[in-house]
């Protein structure tokens, strides 16, 4: 549902955010890490326009897909920018779970400062309007740079570093995979992304080794 207002004398959008861990979301962009392959989600800035409205980053309207076809150099940039972004998350939320019991696990001060110049980029979250059937955060409308586009994967990212949830951050262990989770499991000790596949294939593995051996 969208929106009309002035923020700032612009346009202005709702943006829900109501997922803290849609900044993981956007890091699993990139599959299988840790494999010989990785695999890629986002091939430019049209995908990454297709993740937002996916995943309730942006409404479809304010992702403006048309202007962007329109102005290569800028599309190239942001998503220059947002591939940047992404990484820089990665490796602050890697660092968050080498201490997964106290969530003290300290990003490099590098990767910090780049986070926070992008979060200080993005519009601010002033005033909060009804949408749907909840709540959403009323800013302007992305224009040509990341941090607008992906202003709600910037606010999930800072809110869960700043709160005790980020002692739950996970990443699977799958040296293959190491796709980044939240462990909502009673003991906080979660080990796989999903059961299913991760941690099914380590079944299997260790029933073949075992069988190598007998």
Not at 157 to 183: H, I, K, S, T, Y
Request: proline share 3%.
């Amino acid at each position: 549902m969208r929106m009309t207002g002035r923020v700032s004398g612009r346009k202005s959008t709702v943006v829900r955010a109501d997922r803290r861990d849609l900044c993981l979301d956007f890091i699993n962009t990139l599959c299988w890490r840790g494999s010989a392959s990785p695999s890629e989600s986002l091939h430019g800035i049209g995908d990454v326009l297709e993740w937002c409205t996916a995943n309730g980053a942006i409404e479809a309207d304010a992702a403006r897909a048309g202007w962007w076809s329109k102005h290569a150099k800028e599309a190239a940039t942001a998503f220059a920018e947002a591939i940047a972004l992404r990484e820089t998350l990665c490796r602050i939320f890697v660092a968050t779970t080498a201490a997964p019991l106290t969530g003290t696990g300290e990003a490099r001060a590098a990767d910090l400062a780049a986070f926070n110049r992008w979060l200080d980029a993005a519009p601010a979250r002033r005033r909060l309007r009804r949408a749907g059937d909840g709540y959403g955060w009323e800013v302007a409308e992305p224009r040509t740079a990341a941090p607008g586009l992906l202003a709600a994967v910037l606010w999930s990212a800072g809110d869960l570093l700043a709160e005790p949830m980020r002692r739950r951050v996970r990443q699977c262990a799958n040296p293959e995979c190491r796709w980044l989770f939240l462990d909502d499991s009673k003991s906080g000790t979660r080990r796989w992304c999903t059961m299913s596949v991760c941690g099914n294939r380590a079944k299997a593995h260790r029933h073949y080794e075992a069988q190598k051996r007998a």
